[in-house]
Structures are given as C-alpha cells and as structure tokens.
C-alpha cells in the first residue's frame, strides 16, 4: 500500500456490492483512440492554427475578422476555407464585445451591403449568421439580448423582402430543441437541519465507491460549457455560473463528508479504520485518473480537523501514511502543481483535471495578455490560446468513464454529500472526540525549535506583528532571549487591556474557500485551488495565505 500505483492502469470491474439495480450510464461518446494529452497540446494546436489563419495571426481589427467570417463562405453557403477562425470568433468573442454587439457589427455589415446594391455578400452575411445559430444555438437561447438583436436583424431582412435570407437566419427551431445541458439549481445552506452522512460508506468496498464518487464528477464536470468557461474569464469568478458553482459544491462536499465520516466515529480505532478506507478510497481515484475528487478527499484528510487528532492518527499505519504523502507530494502546489501536471501530462482515455488548477492556467494567461496589440488590432494570438486551452477541457467530456454505476447508489451518495454543517460545526465535533491537549506544541514551541524554554526578540517580534497592540518586554532571565512565562504574561497583559476596552483580538481568521482568484494580503501571493486556499478573518474579510 506503499505506492500510488499506475495511473495510465485500466481499472478492473468491480466484483462486489449490489448490481440488482438499474445502471446509471453517462453519454460520453468513448473513443477508439486515447485522447491526446501531451502537455504541448494547446501550443501544437494553436500553432497549426496560427498558421492557416496566415497574415490574421498577426492581429487584425475587429471588422477584418468579421469580414473574414463571412468570406468563409461560398455563393451556396458551403465552407470554402477552415473553419477554425469561425470557431474562434463564435466561441471567444464575449472577451472583446458581446454577443448582441458583435451580431449589431454584422446588421451594420448587412445594410452596407445593401446600401451597396452588393446581393452576394448579403447573402454570405446570412449564411455566416446561420451557421452560428446552427453552431452555437444555445447563446441564442440563454442571452436575450442576443436574441432581441436577433429580431432586430429579422426585421430588416423581412422588410426589404429576402425571402431566402430571412429562411436562412430563422431561429423558430432552436426552441424546439431538447437543450440536455440542464443547468443545476444552486445549492443553498440549512443550516437548521442535518443529514445522516453514512448512508453509504459502511456499505462499499473503496474501489465501487470511488467509481460512484467519480460518476457524479463527470455527471458535473461535463456539464460545464464553452460559454461556462468564457463567462468565468469574462467574471472573473463563478457567480451567476451555476454548472461551475455546483462543480465547486460537490468538491468541497465531498471533502467535507470525509471529515464528518471520520469524526462520527466515536472511538480513536475506528477513526483510524474510516481514515484508512479514505486512502484506499484515494488509491482507486488515482487509478481512475479522476484527480479533482482526489483532491477533494485528500484535502478532507489533510484538513486540520482531522490533522490535529492525535490518538486517531496513532492507530493509523505506517504505509497508510506514506501513501497520504505520496498522495499530497502528486497534488502539491509546489512549483505549480509541477508533479501532478506530469502525472496528468502521461495519463491517456479518460480522466478528470483539477478543475481549479486549469482555471487558474486561463486566468493566468487571461491576464498576461492584452485584448488589443498597436493600431487597435485585435490580439488573435491571445484568442486562440484560451480557445485551446478551453477546448481541451471540453473534449476531456467527450471520453466517457470506464465504469457503471448503479443510480440507486447514485441517490445515496447524492444525499450524503448534500451536508449541512458549517465549519464550527465540524471543528466542535473534532474537538468533543479528542479535546485540546494543553501538552500539544504551542505557538512559542513552533518558535522555541531547541526546546530549551526560550525564544529570541527577533522571533517574539513575528509573533507579536499579527497583534497591534504595544508591549514591553522584560528578559530578566536571559538577556536578550525572551521565556515562556514572560510571553504568556504578554498575552495575559494584552488579553486584559483589550478587555477593559471592550475590545477582541484583532483578527478571527477561518480556513475560507475562494470562488474569484484572490490575493493574500500578507504576502501579496496568488490564493486558487480547489477549496480552503487560506485563511479569512471574520471581521475586516482580508485574505490570507497559508
């Protein structure tokens, strides 16, 4: 148990636990060939692209592009050039104007057109907005502005009597379409009511639970969109995005539930036994190449609820704890994520990314590149790279697990996760199994590292700098080095002054999850991940880092 085994290793059916139930399958399309996954994918895919779009890649004006939009096509409607410029502008525009503003461009290319007495490009011009209603029917349906622009364009067309074009940029079947990206209700907390949380876990072997728990990751992760990702970009964060708020609930759900599995045990065994199934849990994640719930239950693990059970952690093996540092070294953040890129480089078929590590890779180059070069053209280069980026999450959907689920476990395990508990919560019950132990290094003992009951003014000054209230020092027992008794008297003093005015300590900081990218403003250091990126203090909200 001593090694995280082969990621690229096909994972075996599962020989246990009841099959009497109904199948729950996802409509991937499975590939016959292993999606690529070299990590240069996206540049080798941009630079193909980069050169068919030829003096374009250079940058061009935002005209010049609709323009070569609209050139794409022949007299009948048919592509006479790649598609992939097409592609681009439909789908990345929203980072430059919006939908209704660049279809206005398009109305104000049409009466130009016809100002012109020019037929034939009137009529490329609607074989252009076609294929983007045919494309991308879905912008039309979720954007009104889009769609009232949309009318606007139908009106013209019909009054100056265009029979075929006014056929041509019909959108009365879009309607008709079964949109199957239904978008999931955000979840919202109650905070007066519990759950049970061990519906399931008694019951399943790990690897038949890490194959559910992987189900209901895909069931999320693919119901993230295009559009999903270009309006994180756009936001800069996930609100009023539902399919990603609800990827982020599952994972902090998931992690949270590992939590409370382990603190419902009463006694420090059966602890240890609930956190030694959670390895094993991880072990098969890691198979299934299913890193974002990996991370989710590590992450629970590693939370400090759990960390600081002393006893629990006594009774846990010496290889379950090298797997977890084997687990937490592949999911380390060191070197952005270096480890965990390299192993998610090699992995081939199926497989779920970090979803937070590669929105943190669009943000990053959302930000190191401008929109606009010289002369106002428009960055082309920048579009294509977030349009790679972007895509290759999006064909990771296309690849469907290796696995069936039975959907009455499905429901099971859909309410376990649905907790209400609030992080106090959690860390009352953790310190009601094991209370503090008085003996346990302090914050002196992180600082007095030879043991010898001392610590120097250089080092009492780091941990007086997080409160801002004036001290006097006296190091009458050793100069220059500061006691425990002295700089307990310290707080005592501190404690009693802020008390006679009415005050608290300055800062109550909580482990926080981060739904933007934020910046600690200790260290000024980027805090993203998945969940719990640092800490926020509960009164003045100011981020920081771990």
Request: glycine share 4%; aromatic share 10%; charged share 25%.
């Amino acid at each position: 148990m001593g090694t995280l085994g082969k990621a690229r290793e096909a994972p075996r059916k599962p020989s246990h636990g009841c099959r009497a139930a109904p199948k729950a399958r996802l409509e991937g399309k499975p590939s016959s060939s292993p999606l690529p996954s070299h990590p240069s994918l996206a540049q080798i895919t941009q630079f193909r692209m980069m050169v068919s779009l030829g003096h374009l890649a250079k940058g061009a004006s935002l005209d010049d592009l609709i323009d070569s939009c609209v050139q794409s096509f022949d007299a009948d409607g048919n592509l006479c050039r790649s598609n992939q410029l097409l592609q681009v502008m439909l789908t990345m525009h929203r980072i430059l104007i919006s939908s209704a503003e660049l279809l206005q461009k398009v109305i104000t290319l049409y009466k130009d057109a016809l100002a012109k007495n020019s037929p034939g490009l009137c009529l490329k011009i609607c074989y252009f907005v076609r294929y983007w209603i045919t494309e991308f029917w879905i912008m039309f349906k979720i954007d009104a502005s889009l769609a009232s622009t949309m009318e606007e364009f139908q009106e013209l067309v019909k009054a100056n009597g265009e029979e075929l074009h006014c056929h041509l940029i019909d959108t009365t079947q879009i309607n008709a379409r079964d949109w199957s990206r239904k978008l999931t209700q955000r979840i919202k907390s109650n905070t007066s009511k519990k759950r049970k949380v061990s519906l399931l876990f008694d019951h399943l072997e790990p690897e038949e639970l890490s194959e559910h728990l992987t189900y209901l990751e895909f069931k999320s992760f693919r119901r993230i969109s295009f559009s999903d990702y270009q309006n994180y970009l756009v936001n800069s964060c996930v609100k009023e995005n539902p399919t990603m708020e609800r990827s982020i609930a599952l994972c902090n759900g998931i992690s949270q539930w590992v939590q409370l599995m382990v603190l419902s045990r009463p006694t420090p065994q059966l602890r240890a036994e609930v956190f030694i199934k959670f390895i094993q849990v991880a072990q098969k994640l890691h198979q299934l190449q299913n890193f974002n719930t990996l991370m989710a239950v590590i992450g629970g693990l590693c939370h400090s609820s759990i960390s600081r059970l002393k006893e629990t952690s006594s009774h846990v093996p010496h290889e379950i704890n090298k797997v977890l540092g084997e687990m937490t070294e592949l999911l380390s953040s060191c070197r952005n994520y270096d480890n965990y890129r390299r192993a998610y480089g090699e992995c081939t078929h199926f497989k779920i990314p970090i979803l937070g590590v590669h929105l943190k890779d669009l943000i990053s180059l959302y930000e190191a590149m401008p929109d606009y070069l010289e002369e106002g053209k428009v960055n082309v280069h920048k579009l294509l790279a977030l349009y790679n980026h972007i895509n290759e999450l999006v064909q990771l959907q296309e690849v469907a697990p290796p696995l069936e689920a039975n959907k009455d476990l499905v429901h099971l395990l859909t309410l376990s996760l649905d907790l209400y508990y609030t992080e106090d919560e959690i860390y009352e019950l953790s310190y009601a199994r094991e209370p503090r132990n008085h003996k346990a290094p302090s914050v002196f003992k992180n600082y007095d590292h030879d043991q010898d009951g001392y610590i120097s003014q250089e080092e009492f000054e780091k941990i007086a700098a997080s409160f801002p209230f004036s001290f006097c020092v006296m190091d009458k027992d050793r100069e220059g080095l500061i006691s425990r008794e002295e700089i307990t008297a310290y707080f005592m003093r501190a404690s009693s002054i802020y008390s006679k005015l009415g005050l608290g300590f300055p800062h109550n900081f909580q482990e926080t999850t981060y739904l933007k990218p934020t910046f600690c403003d200790n260290c000024a250091g980027f805090l993203w991940g998945v969940i719990k990126q640092g800490y926020r203090c509960k009164g003045n909200k100011h981020p920081e880092s771990r």
